[in-house]
């Protein structure tokens, strides 16, 4: 990650961060330590940067949200990653989830459906030095075939259903994350792959914006 110059200003707030993480129940070390690393103040925008380290989702434009940290680490602490991963995120947002998973995982696919904020992952991404991040734009709830299998899928938006896409995607016994319920309120579900089969388990309650696309919410 290359420091910047109001580094030091939030290193203290990042850390409180993380210990209220770990107060929530947070365990995953290698997770709590990336969490500690990642600036999440960049990946905001300017004018709500003084709230960067408060555990609640902010706006990122485009009438998107970048998600509260303790959903982030619910969600990323259930792949449970060893760093030998080839981990897909659908929706990139602000792509602090996306930098999170690069210093997890072996390899990280994100596609994002909308331009302006896939070109300011980018940039996001180059200047924390993420190399091992692939970002597509187009429609996530069909997934990344070029690439697929997947030891972890993430997705970030509200789905009424699994998309059948990212079933197929997923290798035999990995982890899918996944908000399933209507447009305001979701119960992110942990669903691993079986015997080609899906095995589910909720998680945690969660507020997402809707999974747009062919095998999500209508657009
Ligand atoms: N993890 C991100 C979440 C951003 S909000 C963050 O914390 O910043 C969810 C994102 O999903 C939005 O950027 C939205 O544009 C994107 N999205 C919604 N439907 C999508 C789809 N079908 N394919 C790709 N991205 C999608």
Request: charged letters at 25%; proline letters at 7%.
């Amino acid at each position: 990650m290359v420091a910047s110059p109001v580094e030091p200003e939030f290193r203290g707030a990042r850390r409180r961060l993380v210990e209220a993480l770990q107060d929530k129940g947070i365990k995953d070390l290698a997770l709590l330590r990336a969490i500690d690393s990642v600036p999440r103040h960049l990946f905001v925008p300017p004018t709500v940067r003084h709230r960067a380290y408060e555990d609640s989702a902010l706006p990122i434009g485009s009438g998107q949200t970048i998600s509260q940290p303790y959903v982030h680490a619910r969600a990323v602490e259930q792949l449970m990653l060893t760093g030998r991963e080839k981990v897909l995120e659908i929706g990139t947002g602000s792509a602090y989830q996306t930098a999170l998973l690069a210093q997890l995982a072996a390899q990280v696919f994100s596609v994002e459906r909308y331009r302006d904020l896939l070109d300011r992952a980018r940039g996001m991404l180059q200047q924390a030095n993420a190399r091992n991040v692939s970002l597509s734009l187009g429609d996530g709830t069909l997934g990344w075939r070029e690439y697929a299998p997947y030891d972890g899928i993430v997705v970030s938006a509200g789905a009424p259903h699994v998309p059948p896409a990212l079933e197929e995607q997923l290798a035999e016994g990995g982890r899918l994350l996944i908000p399933i319920g209507d447009k305001d309120d979701q119960m992110l579900t942990l669903y691993i792959k079986r015997g080609g089969q899906l095995e589910r388990r909720d998680i945690t309650p969660v507020r997402f914006v809707p999974l747009i696309g062919a095998q999500g919410w209508p657009g």
